[in-house]
């Protein structure tokens, strides 16, 4: 069954661009395009994507709103940013209000595509330049006051989720099969108290706790 997309993206050009792009892949269906977030949750009601692409930057209601507004409405769907900005606060926000991907508008138009295949799947998708400044600020000298009792592995599932792995690639990476790394995931959630792979993402970012 087809990934179902959702855009918003306020530059005609290239809204038009990416629609183009998500039309001619047979693995996606392209629910709709919009200039804003205004009516996101309208939208969203109404077509209910798998996958939404954001910009951030957006007339009338920007795409920190529309996450907001998606995350009201549903936390099981995905939401990728597309975005100009690469400072730490525009990643780490976005982050922390539930996207579950940050790519820069750099970006190739296949990885784009590979992007919204990988975040359907359970991926955490990030433009290289973003995931370094995500591991940058992860390592350094951690000065956090929580002690959340994670295993060594249970810290290396974390770590490969927030690199933006797959479940089937961290089992891949670890050297285990796909349904231990769901039981590591499922510890995890319940020791940080948390109840997405997005939040758990974003609280191990916020608190370096890796």
Same mark, same amino acid.
């Given at each position: ?44 009601? *109404?077509?209910?994507?798998?996958? @939404? ?29 597309? *975005? ?27 990885? @784009? ?66 349904? *231990? ?30």
């Amino acid at each position: 069954m087809p990934i179902k997309v959702m855009l918003f993206e306020d530059n005609e050009k290239l809204r038009s661009g990416l629609s183009f792009l998500l039309e001619s892949t047979p693995e996606i269906v392209l629910l709709g395009a919009y200039e804003n977030c205004q009516d996101v949750d309208f939208h969203v009601k *109404t077509l209910q994507p798998d996958v @939404i692409l954001m910009d951030i930057d957006m007339p009338i209601a920007n795409g920190f709103m529309g996450i907001q507004a998606v995350r009201k409405l549903s936390k099981d769907i995905q939401i990728v940013m597309l *975005t100009v900005f690469d400072s730490k606060e525009h990643i780490f926000e976005a982050l922390q209000l539930g996207a579950n991907g940050y790519l820069l508008k750099s970006t190739p138009p296949g990885q @784009i595509v590979d992007a919204i295949l990988n975040v359907h799947q359970g991926g955490v998708p990030m433009t290289a330049s973003i995931a370094r400044k995500v591991l940058e600020f992860m390592s350094v000298k951690n000065t956090q006051t929580h002690d959340y009792q994670l295993t060594k592995r249970e810290k290396e599932v974390l770590e490969n989720l927030v690199k933006g792995l797959s479940y089937k690639m961290i089992a891949s990476q670890i050297g285990t099969g796909i349904d *231990t790394v769901r039981a590591h995931i499922k510890h995890i959630y319940e020791k940080l108290h948390v109840h997405s792979q997005t939040e758990a993402v974003a609280k191990a970012i916020l608190e370096k706790i890796i």
